[in-house]
C-alpha cells in the first residue's frame, strides 16, 4: 500500500508541472485514479482530511456533494474546488440528525445518483468509562456511529442498481487499546464492524465497502483539540502525540486523502471487506 500512495502523490505533482495553470482540475488525472463522471457525497468535508479528499477527489474529475456543520469550511472547500475547474457543493447538515441526512441525500440524487460516499464525519472525545458522562458516550455514538448508518441506510438503495463505493473513516483506536479514549475508541470499533458488514451484504450489487484506520493527524482539529484538553501544554502534547509513531511525525491530510482515492478508484475494483491502517508504523512498530 505504501507503493500505491508513493505513486499517486508523485503521479498527481507530475500532472500538475504538466498542465498550465488555467487547465488544472479536472483534467489535472486522466488516466490512473480517475473518478471522471462520478459522483461523490463526503461528508465532513469542511477542513481537515474531509477537505483533502474533496479536494484531491475533485481534481481526479468527480462531482463532490459535501456535507458539514461548519457553513465557513464547507463554502471555503467548495470554493477552491471550483476554483480550480471542479464541481462542488455543499450542503449543511448534521449527520446525527436522520431527517435532515435523508433531505439532503434526496436533494443531491435529484441531480445525480452517487457513485462514492465518504463517510468520513466524526468527534473525538478524551476519557475512561468512569469519567465519561452517559451524555457524552450518547454524544459520540449519535455522532460517530448512528452518522454513518444514516448515510449508509439513505444512499444505498440508490447504489444497488448500479454499483458503488462506500469508505468510512475508523481509526487506530478501534484497533488498539488508547488510553483515555473509552467513548470514541468504541464507535471506531463500531464502524470497522459495519464496514465489513455491508461489504458482505451488498458485495452481490456490486458495492464495495472499506474503511481507512488513520493513527494521528495533523489537522485544525487537532490543534484545536489539543488547545481545548492540554491548555498551556499544547508544544509538549503536540510533540508527544507526533512521536508515538515510529515514523516521528503525524500524518498528513493530504496523505489520507491519497489512500481514500486509491480505494475509491476503478484500480482497486478487487479490494472488499478491508481495512487499511495508515499509522506511521504505529500498530507494527512501536516497542
Given at each position: 500500500?505504501q507503493?500505491?500512495?508513493?505513486?499517486?502523490?508523485?503521479?498527481?505533482?507530475?500532472q500538475l508541472?504538466?498542465?498550465?495553470?488555467?487547465?488544472?482540475g479536472l483534467?489535472g488525472?486522466n488516466?490512473m485514479?480517475?473518478?471522471?463522471?462520478?459522483?461523490?457525497?463526503?461528508?465532513?468535508g469542511?477542513s481537515g482530511?474531509?477537505?483533502?479528499?474533496?479536494?484531491?477527489?475533485?481534481?481526479a474529475g468527480?462531482?463532490?456533494?459535501?456535507?458539514?456543520?461548519?457553513?465557513?469550511?464547507?463554502?471555503?472547500?467548495?470554493?477552491?474546488?471550483?476554483?480550480?475547474?471542479?464541481?462542488?457543493?455543499?450542503?449543511?447538515?448534521?449527520?446525527?440528525?436522520?431527517i435532515?441526512?435523508?433531505?439532503?441525500?434526496?436533494?443531491?440524487?435529484n441531480?445525480?445518483?452517487?457513485?462514492?460516499?465518504v463517510?468520513?464525519?466524526?468527534?473525538?472525545h478524551i476519557?475512561?468509562?468512569?469519567?465519561?458522562s452517559?451524555a457524552?458516550?450518547?454524544?459520540?455514538?449519535s455522532?460517530?456511529v448512528?452518522?454513518?448508518y444514516?448515510?449508509?441506510?439513505?444512499?444505498?438503495?440508490?447504489?444497488?442498481?448500479?454499483?458503488?463505493?462506500?469508505?468510512?473513516?475508523?481509526?487506530?483506536a478501534?484497533l488498539?487499546?488508547?488510553?483515555d479514549?473509552?467513548?470514541?475508541?468504541?464507535?471506531?470499533?463500531?464502524?470497522a464492524?459495519?464496514?465489513?458488514?455491508?461489504?458482505?451484504d451488498?458485495i452481490?450489487y456490486?458495492?464495495?465497502?472499506?474503511s481507512?484506520?488513520?493513527?494521528?493527524?495533523?489537522?485544525?482539529?487537532?490543534?484545536?483539540?489539543?488547545?481545548?484538553n492540554?491548555a498551556?501544554?499544547?508544544?509538549?502534547m503536540f510533540?508527544?502525540?507526533?512521536?508515538?509513531?515510529p515514523?516521528g511525525r503525524?500524518?498528513t491530510p493530504?496523505e489520507?486523502?491519497?489512500?481514500?482515492?486509491?480505494?475509491?478508484?476503478?484500480?482497486a475494483?478487487?479490494?472488499t471487506?478491508?481495512?487499511?491502517?495508515i499509522?506511521?508504523?504505529y500498530?507494527?512498530?512501536?516497542?
Amino acid at each position: 500500500m505504501q507503493i500505491y500512495l508513493i505513486f499517486i502523490q508523485h503521479f498527481i505533482s507530475a500532472q500538475l508541472v504538466k498542465y498550465p495553470e488555467e487547465h488544472r482540475g479536472l483534467i489535472g488525472i486522466n488516466s490512473m485514479f480517475s473518478l471522471k463522471n462520478k459522483t461523490a457525497i463526503i461528508t465532513g468535508g469542511g477542513s481537515g482530511i474531509g477537505r483533502a479528499i474533496c479536494l484531491l477527489f475533485a481534481r481526479a474529475g468527480a462531482r463532490i456533494y459535501l456535507i458539514d456543520i461548519d457553513e465557513r469550511g464547507s463554502s471555503e472547500t467548495v470554493g477552491q474546488i471550483r476554483q480550480e475547474g471542479g464541481h462542488a457543493e455543499y450542503y449543511i447538515g448534521a449527520v446525527d440528525q436522520e431527517i435532515s441526512v435523508q433531505n439532503i441525500v434526496h436533494k443531491i440524487i435529484n441531480n445525480h445518483l452517487p457513485d462514492i460516499l465518504v463517510n468520513n464525519a466524526g468527534i473525538a472525545h478524551i476519557g475512561n468509562v468512569e469519567n465519561t458522562s452517559a451524555a457524552d458516550f450518547e454524544k459520540l455514538f449519535s455522532v460517530n456511529v448512528k452518522g454513518v448508518y444514516h448515510l449508509l441506510k439513505t444512499c444505498i438503495p440508490h447504489m444497488k442498481d448500479r454499483g458503488a463505493v462506500i469508505l468510512n473513516m475508523a481509526s487506530i483506536a478501534g484497533l488498539v487499546g488508547l488510553p483515555d479514549r473509552f467513548a470514541y475508541s468504541m464507535t471506531k470499533g463500531a464502524v470497522a464492524a459495519m464496514t465489513l458488514s455491508i461489504a458482505k451484504d451488498y458485495i452481490k450489487y456490486n458495492i464495495r465497502c472499506n474503511s481507512i484506520s488513520p493513527a494521528r493527524v495533523h489537522t485544525p482539529f487537532v490543534d484545536g483539540f489539543i488547545a481545548k484538553n492540554y491548555a498551556g501544554l499544547e508544544d509538549e502534547m503536540f510533540k508527544k502525540l507526533s512521536a508515538s509513531q515510529p515514523i516521528g511525525r503525524m500524518a498528513t491530510p493530504e496523505e489520507v486523502a491519497a489512500l481514500a482515492l486509491y480505494l475509491c478508484s476503478d484500480e482497486a475494483s478487487f479490494i472488499t471487506g478491508n481495512d487499511y491502517p495508515i499509522d506511521g508504523g504505529y500498530l507494527k512498530l512501536n516497542d
